[in-house]
T-cell receptor
Framework: GAGVSQSPSNKVTEKGKDVELRCDPI?????LYWYRQSLGQGLEFLIY????????KSGLPSDRFSAERTGGSVSTLTIQRTQQEDSAVYLC?????????????FGQGTRLTVV | AQTVTQSQPEMSVQEAETVTLSCTYD???????LFWYKQPPSRQMILVIR??????QNATENRFSVNFQKAAKSFSLKISDSQLGDAAMYFC???????????????FGKGTKLSVIP
């Protein structure tokens, strides 16, 4: 596609339920990032995928969070047993890596509300 | 690990005037990239301008320019002739150029909310 696509745009879930957030990166982009943006806050790094390399999971806040990237393209961020503090906007970005001046292109995010 | 600090949570500017947003960062690396991203209410992060650390010349994109002071680890954004459409959150970001786990992640500041007064 022309840009990074995220779905759903908004998600309301009950505390304790599992949720899956999807990201379709720009075709050909080998790097994919997930960030979390809490209300009025900056972007908190969650996880980074680069090609077939092992992902950098250093930003995942707990073992309730996991992510996978299938076929080097689509990525799914899964939050198990959601808590109210998980409410935030989850942003996905993709980029080329092997260009020095590469920028990250962002999707419009998924707003997750845990009630 | 790198850190990025934006010390101005909110700023305002009169339409057609100039405003400067501040950003400082901490790193032990000598080569890296710095970015300013704009986030309007639509949530879409949009790249405004980028700066390569090894270039001494400050980057410029139309009404947007930066003041890059490498020794001081400062990277401020100047918006000239401010327009109503410039109202948004602005984020400063750092990107390493070295390989290794986690090194390609973008590290963001907490952002500055810019209001433009008609």
């Amino acid at each position: 596609g022309a840009g990074v696509s995220q779905s759903p745009s908004n998600k309301v879930t009950e505390k304790g339920k599992d949720v899956e957030l999807r990201c379709d990166p720009i075709s050909g982009h080998t790097a994919l990032y997930w960030y979390r943006q809490s209300l009025g806050q900056g972007l908190e790094f969650l996880i980074y995928f680069q090609g077939n390399s092992a992902p950098d999971k250093s930003g995942l806040p707990s073992d309730r969070f996991s992510a996978e990237r299938t076929g080097g393209s689509v990525s799914t961020l899964t939050i198990q047993r959601t808590q109210q503090e998980d409410s935030a906007v989850y942003l996905c970005a993709s980029s080329l890596v092997y260009r020095r001046n590469t920028e990250a292109f962002f999707g419009q995010g998924t707003r997750l509300t845990v009630v | 690990a790198q850190t990025v600090t934006q010390s101005q949570p909110e700023m305002s500017v009169q339409e057609a005037e100039t405003v400067t947003l501040s950003c400082t960062y901490d790193t032990s690396e000598s080569d890296y990239y710095l970015f300013w991203y704009k986030q309007p209410p639509s949530r879409q992060m949009i790249l405004v301008i980028r700066q390569e650390a090894y270039k001494q010349q400050n980057a410029t994109e139309n009404r947007f320019s930066v003041n890059f002071q490498k020794a001081a680890k400062s990277f401020s954004l100047k918006i000239s002739d401010s327009q109503l459409g410039d109202a948004a959150m602005y984020f400063c970001a750092y990107r390493s150029l070295y390989s290794g786990a986690g090194s390609y992640q973008l590290t963001f500041g907490k952002g500055t909310k810019l209001s433009v007064i008609p």
